[in-house]
Each structure stands twice: as structure tokens, then as C-alpha cells.
DNA sequence: TTGTATGCGTTATCAA
DNA sequence: TTGATAACGCATACAA
């Protein structure tokens, strides 16, 4: 069933249904009326296939995640989901593209064949192939994370470097000597993965400037490796008190593994770090942290994209969110001696 | 950049572009040489839209999921991945549809405006009206769950009956005399939710057969919910030495639940039930559970969405997997005394 | 071996 | 107030 059927049924040109549904056009209310009884007899509703053609935009937006192999962490879920709903909210579809490589089938397809008015793209790399790629195909994108080239780009950011500062002059102030930074898997910080390295810078600054011993660690996302890390750290440091953290995944693990070297947290120990809020309060005890907002960045990225949609040529935005910490029960005062 | 723009350069007609691409014609050596080289040259691709509406379908597959208020469990999560993944591997692209409740603007393009040429819907029902309207709209369709009318539609689900029934056997030969079953919200369960009510089924056939004693209880997705949950089972049922449960979500909450009771898994208490195998792993100790191959579910529907594509008339096909209990640690004889 | 012409379902321009 | 028609970009039947 198409238009020009509702149109023969109705007695009127295909042209004065489309303008009855669109209202671009004047229609007498009889005739309005003797459409809509057409219409909703038959349940028609516009081919979304052919106005894409005719509009020249498909009212889908694309959003690249990160392959399945690695599997979500909670904050990239509440991500998804937070786009998936924002995006549903002003009537637009979201095309799914699980991508990693360069060689990418789906994402190829995404930014080559007119699939999309626009891409929101998860994870970005300090030199990502796939933001050069959609710049060189000219379609509006915006990054959750950003490039080296900061302004080159739309995007919206966590601001790590700060929130770890923060969360390590925090533990400093409580007396804490040794702090230690559990970063994200060896692979993902060699690649140039953003907020790894920011956190560091963050981590490394204000290590120097409260005059504490600090030491970085990679993780793998997942609670096995944390426990591993943890394991590793206090064999190593004995008189590690502390740690920081932007691997959530990893924090099942580290709960564990302070439990088993019968650390309590936090009169024994004190875990801090940057993680979804259900997240953090799913830790225990509840952890304090600075609480990413997964659901209000997946709206803003929304926003960021349809605004780029609209007017590509405007000079990128950047939104970088710098959440407070939430201070709830992991982290308390140093222990006078460990070890 | 389109196809009569290549035709220009390299000197042809749009049709010997066309049937370059597609090879359904011979084309010239020479002639498909230069028509590549202006494509390599142009970065060239068809574009979806134009060969979606001339061909009647989009190679884009819809997946319904449960809307982001109720947070996905990481089941869920993995399925939502593996399908993305399996549809990725045969070149389909993967629109997104949050939807609950029958209003559903996005669920509604999904069906009526030829966005897609299938969808699996996931969280099914046993009278849901996402399928009365699929139907209605003659869209193929798989579920993830069924409907009451088991033969009525394409669909793979998980036999929870009978797993159910089995962890109940497994504890009752264990010595456990009392057995709580943890189920889904009472929402859920309320609305007809099929794999809470099958679930039942086999708890309750399995506590007869066994003679021992049941007690079903329901429970919110989320930690807190199975935290509360075994802390009044405790209180309410002093003798009670086991759980089983489909409800993943709680489980961290449940494992919480017993440490705070000084309750020792698997001497004090055994808990058991269905959950992602990932999941059964990350528990502490590791789940003795019936694993839930998520990833291959994800990869079924979608070969079954594509045969039910290419051959609408077939009578719908049916999987129901019931996937082995793994035996790791969170299960063991009964203890003498409780309480 | 290649070119011409038509139509997919819609929106929008032009004409009445 | 409404209708005829062109065009979006592509695939393909028909012609040469």
C-alpha cells in the first residue's frame, strides 16, 4: 500500500494526500477529512525508504560501538541506551555499528552509503581512522571522547585527568601516603586511548603536588584482571593504602581481592575512582567516586549531533564534564600501619 | 557523487556502471577497468536508500529491546552484541527500537514505514501486542520468548522449566529439604512474562516430585531487590538452605546478602540458577549454573530472521535451548543445622 | 558488449 | 483549492 493508493481511494492526487499529511499545503477540511478515513482504514503510513531518497536525509543516526569481542562495560551500556533513548525521543532510528578495525564492513557501509545523517562514535583513540574517515566523507559526527586535535572535532568528554586529581588529593588529604592508579588494559593505553592517558596526567600531577608516592597499573576490563591487580599491588607495595581507579569493570575484582587479603574497606583500605553512579553504589561499601553521567552524555551527544545535522558548517562544540565526587564509604582515613 | 556521475567520467552508460558493480551482465575487461578506476578514484558506493526502494528491501534488520528505564542485564546486554555482531557478519545493518508499552513511535516506523526487512523482538510476552501488530503488518519477525500460542510464531527461547527443574533436583539430592525460587519482578510476572511463569512450572513440579519443600518469591533487576529478597527469606524461613533463580540481576545482591549473614556459600547455603556463563563465572564462589549460550541465541535468531526473510510462507520454526548445568562451587550437600 | 527507458514511493514545483 | 509531473539514485527489462 502506498500513497497513490490512498490517493485513488479518496478520489484526490497523490500530491494532495502528501500535503494533507504534511500540512506544507492548504487542503479543505472535507477533503483533509476524507483522507484520514482513508488513512486510518488502511493503517498507511509513508515508506520511510522513499522519502529518504526524496529528502535527501534518512532520520537515522549511526552510532559506532565497540565490537562485541570486548564486551560493554555498564557506563558504555547506559551509553548505548541513553542514545538509543534520547535519539527516540525526537523520532529518530539508530542504526547499531559494532567497529573497531579499519577494514569494517558495517562501518564502511555507515559512513559511505547515505545509511545515516549523522554518527556518534564511542571510544575514540587520540588518532582514530575512523574520525578521519567520516571527516573525508563529510558527515556530521560526534565523538564520545576526542582526538589529539581537540578542536578539530565535536565531542563530549569525560575530564579524567581532573576528576582522578581530585579523587587522589582526596585520598591525600586523609592521609594517605601511597596511592596507586589502575588504568585500562596494556593494549588500549598503547593505542592512545584518551582517557587512560589523562588520567595519568591527572594521576601524575597531583601525586607531585600533595607530595605522595604514586604507582599506574594497567587492567584488563573485566573483574579477574582486577583482582590480579590488586593481588600484584600489595605483594609489591606492602604499604599501599589506597588506589584509584577509571577501569569500572575491573572493580568486582578489586572488591574481591581486598576481601581475601582481609583488607576492609575502607578502615584497611581505600578505593576511589570514576564509574557510573548505579555503579558505584552497587560497590560495597558504596564507593566513592566521581559518578560519570552515562545517561545525561548520551542525550547531549544527541543534541551535539542534530544541532551538526543542522548546521554543518558551524565550528565544532565541546562538552567536557568534570562531575563531582560523590563522597560515600569506600574512602576514609589512612591506617596508622599495613603490611 | 552518484552512479550517472561515474557513468560520465569513465565514458559508459549508468547501466554498464550498474552491472560493473553487480556483475550481472559481462561487462568489457577494458570498459570495467576504467569504470573501477574512476570508482577507486571517487571512493564511490551505491547508495542505500535509491537501491533499498528499487530492490523492496533494506538489508537492515530491526531489534526490538526492552526500553533503557529497566536497565539491561548483562544476558540481555551480550544478546543485544550477538546479535549485532551475527547480522554484521552476513551484512545487515541493525536499527535499534526501544519499546515497552503499545504507543511506541519508534516501535511503530519500525513496523509500518519499510525501515526494515525483519526484527527480532527480545523480552516477549505471553500475550504481547508487539506481536499481535507484527503479525498484523505481515513484517517476519523472531522472538526471543513466545507467546501462548507456541506454534503461532518463528521463535528461540530457553527451556527454564526444565533447567529450573533441574537445579531443584540437583539441590534436593544435595540434602536440601527447603528451597527458595527467585524470580522475576512482580510486574513482570504479573504481565505474563513466559519465562518467570515456565520458570514456576518447573519449580513447582520439581518440589513435588522431590518432596521437598518450595518457596517462591519475586524480586526487582537489580542488586538491591536480591539483597532484600534473601534477607527476608532468611527471616521469614529459618530452615531455608538454598536458592535457585533466573534473575540475574540479583545476584550480587544475593551473594551480599549471605556474607552479611555470615552464611558461607557453598557450605552454610547453595545457590544456584540460570544465568550468562560470563556471569556464573564473575560470581563468588563461581556459579553452579545452567549457562545461557547468549551469543549463540544472538546468532540463531538472526539466521533464523534471514530464512524467514527469504521464505515467508515456511511454518515458523521453533528452538528452545536447554543448555546444561555447569557445576562449579556455589553448590553443596546441606548443611546438618541452620538457624 | 553496451545504451535507453522505466519504475520503486515520495515530495515539491509548476500549472490550473 | 487541487492536479499533473519531475526528480531523488538505483537496478533491470528491453533494444540495439
Partial sequence: MNIGEIARRAGVSRSTVSYALSGKRPVAAATRR???DVIDELGYRPN?????????????IGLVIPPAGNRLSHMQLDFVAAVVDAAARVDLDVLLSPSGGDHDRSFERLVSEGRV???????????????DRLRQAGLPFVGIGHT???????????????????????????????????????????SGYGPALRAREGFTAAIAERGVRGVEVTCGDDARSGQESIE?????????????????????GIQRALA?????VPSDFSVTGVAARLWAEDFRPPLTAADVPAL??????????????????????????????????????APAVRG
Fill in 34 to 36: 476524507r483522507i484520514q
Fill in 148 to 190: 589529539a586535535d581537540e578542536r578539530a572535532m565535536c565531542w563530549i568528554d569525560v575530564d579524567y585527568a581532573r576528576l582522578i586529581g581530585h579523587s587522589v588529593r582526596h585520598l591525600a588529604d586523609l592521609g594517605h601516603r601511597k596511592v596507586a592508579l589502575i588504568s585500562r588494559s596494556k593494549e588500549l593505553v598503547a
Fill in 232 to 252: 600484584e599491588l600489595l605483594r609489591a607495595h606492602p604499604d599501599l593504602t589506597a588506589v584509584t581507579t577509571i577501569n569500572e569493570a575491573a572493580l568486582p
Fill in 48 to 60: 520511510a525508504t522513499a522519502r529518504a531518497l526524496k529528502e535527501g536525509r534518512t532520520r537515522t
Fill in 260 to 264: 581475601d587479603a582481609g583488607l576492609a
Fill in 296 to 333: 545525561e552524555m548520551g542525550e547531549q551527544a544527541v543534541s551535539l549531533l542534530v544541532q551538526r545535522i543542522a548546521e554543518p558548517g558551524t565550528p565544532p562544540r565541546h562538552i567536557l564534564l568534570a562531575p563531582p565526587i560523590s563522597l560515600r564509604s569506600s574512602t576514609g582515613a
Fill in 117 to 131: 545523517d549523522g554518527v556518534i562514535v564511542m571510544e575514540i583513540r587520540l588518532h582514530d581512522t575512523r574520525v
